[in-house]
Each structure stands twice: as C-alpha cells, then as structure tokens.
C-alpha cells in the first residue's frame, strides 16, 4: 500500500514547500509568520515520518524515494528566500554574515544533490549508505539555521510594526535571534563540508571498485 500515513505527511511537506518560498517575498509581518509556521510543520513532520512508518510497519519503497525528495525541496523552498531576501533588503540581513552568501548556498545545495549521485551509485553496487552521526548533525543545524531565519524575516518586521527596537526585550531578542542565526549558519556549512568528506573517505572503496560491493559492506550507522 502506497498511500500510507507516513507518506501521506511527507507528501504534504512537498505540498507546502511553494508556500514557504513564495510569502517571504510578500510584504508585511503576517505572510512572514506564516512561513515561519509552515516551516516548522514541515520540519515536525519531517522528523515524524520515518519514526511512524518504522513504528507501523509502514516502510514502503515509495515512502523512501519520496522523503529525500521532500527533504531537498523544503532545503531549496528555503534558501531561495533566505538568499534574495538578504541580498535585496538590508533589514533582513544576516548578522555578521550580511546577505547569505552565493557560495554557502551553493555549498548546501551541492552537498545534497552530490550525496543523492553518491548513494544512488553505491546502491547500484549493492552498498546501502546511511547517514552518520556528522550527516545527522548537519541536518539539525541546518534545520535550526533554516528555521531560525524565516523566523527572523517575521521578527525583523514585528519589530517595526510593534515599536520593539527600543525596549530591552526587543533589543535583547534581536541580538540573541541574530547570534543564533549566525552561529547555526556557520556550524551548518562547517558539517556540511566534514560529513561529505566522511562519506567519500568511509566509502572510498566504491571510487576505485569496480565489481559490486558485498551488501555486507555497508558501515552506516
């Protein structure tokens, strides 16, 4: 059966990935907070899925196909606001960073597309690759980056809207939201580079191989 809970709620994150790409770009507060909430729904579900289909006996083949797929496009529904709202308007810049950077953005999206090659190759010979403890690392940060940027595009504008800029709250979240963003930013694109370097040298093997590996040999965790 193809159409099970998990993947119906991976298919709903593919649903509401254009939701959260597209009201970033809409003025005001409300369509900002809203990607910001949709991100997080996405994001729950994302970590909820697999659980509940392991849990259910409801791991399908589509189920497995479907939720890299779903993982990318809520990483690309992200990082094309983040990227051009950043670039075009100075209020939503990333502290230290400034505007998010081409080559980081470039650097996220490469790492995924080469991981996708990587282990849909390693499959051909027979080798499952998993993801490691760096590899999962990388994903929560990555995901708190994320979700801590279409936040701040809602808090930058709450914070006009509401006259938060003076008081010592305000000032004190702006500060702390920012550092936040920033650090994850930095940790994110750090893990991305050492995970795909994990993977390559683990799997090295399959770079030089050319019959198909034993099954066996797969190491992931």
Request: aromatic residues 12%; glycine residues 8%; positive net charge.
């Amino acid at each position: 059966m193809i159409w099970t809970l998990p993947n119906m709620l991976t298919v709903l994150r593919i649903a509401l990935t254009p939701v959260i790409a597209l009201l970033p770009f809409i003025n005001g507060y409300v369509p900002k907070l809203i990607a910001f909430i949709v991100f997080l729904v996405a994001a729950i579900s994302d970590a909820y899925d697999g659980h509940l289909a392991r849990e259910r006996g409801e791991v399908t083949d589509f189920g497995k196909l479907l939720d890299p797929l779903a993982d990318k496009l809520l990483l690309f529904a992200c990082l094309i606001p983040i990227y051009y709202v950043t670039r075009s308007m100075a209020q939503y810049e990333i502290p230290l960073w400034g505007s998010l950077p081409l080559i980081v953005a470039l650097l996220l999206v490469g790492r995924e597309v080469a991981m996708t090659v990587f282990r849909y190759a390693a499959k051909r010979r027979g080798v499952v690759i998993a993801a490691d403890s760096t590899g999962k690392a990388k994903t929560i940060v990555q995901d708190i980056f994320l979700g801590a940027a279409m936040g701040w595009f809602a808090w930058r504008d709450m914070r006009i809207e509401f006259g938060w800029e003076t008081g010592w709250l305000g000032v004190f979240w702006n500060r702390f939201h920012g550092a936040v963003m920033a650090i994850t930013l930095g940790v994110a694109v750090l893990l991305t580079v050492l995970s795909l370097v994990s993977y390559i040298y683990r799997y090295r093997s399959l770079f030089r191989s050319t019959s198909p590996a034993h099954p066996g040999s797969s190491d992931g965790a």
